[in-house]
Nanobody, 120 residues
Framework: QVQLVESGGGLVQPGGSLRLSCAAS????????MCWYRQAPGKERELVAG???????NYADSVKGRFTISRDNAKNTLYLQMNSLKPEDTAVYYC??????????????WGQGAQVTVSS
């Protein structure tokens, strides 16, 4: 039983900031890559940022310079610091992680989603 729980979503004005968290729990042996995806109404889910266990990260061009992905391996938690937010950032943000379980199962897991709304 593995679960990813997201928090930190909300309503902000353009130019504002928000920080998302994603905490993993359950029968976890290790967590490898972790990523943030987002999905706006009527659009396909897209990759926003990813980070390896060692801290190597990558970003979609649309968020480079504004978003920062990070993780705390001791807490099995992923973060996304979002600055200079724009209305086009409005979406449901999903955490994703590749997890090895204690029983040696290996799979991708999803968070429940966090609504981020950027509006005046």
């Amino acid at each position: 039983q593995v679960q990813l729980v997201e928090s930190g979503g909300g309503l902000v004005q353009p130019g504002g900031s928000l920080r998302l968290s994603c905490a993993a729990s359950g029968s976890i042996w290790s967590i490898n890559d972790m990523c943030w995806y987002r999905q706006a109404p009527g659009k396909e889910r897209e990759l926003v940022a990813g980070i390896t266990r060692s801290g190597n990260s990558n970003y979609a061009d649309s968020v480079k310079g504004r978003f920062t992905i990070s993780r705390d391996n001791a807490k099995n938690t992923l973060y996304l610091q979002m600055n200079s937010l724009k209305p086009e950032d409005t979406a449901v943000y999903y955490c994703n992680a590749y997890i090895v379980t204690i029983s040696n199962g290996r799979d991708y897991y999803w968070g429940q989603g966090a609504q981020v709304t950027v509006s005046s």
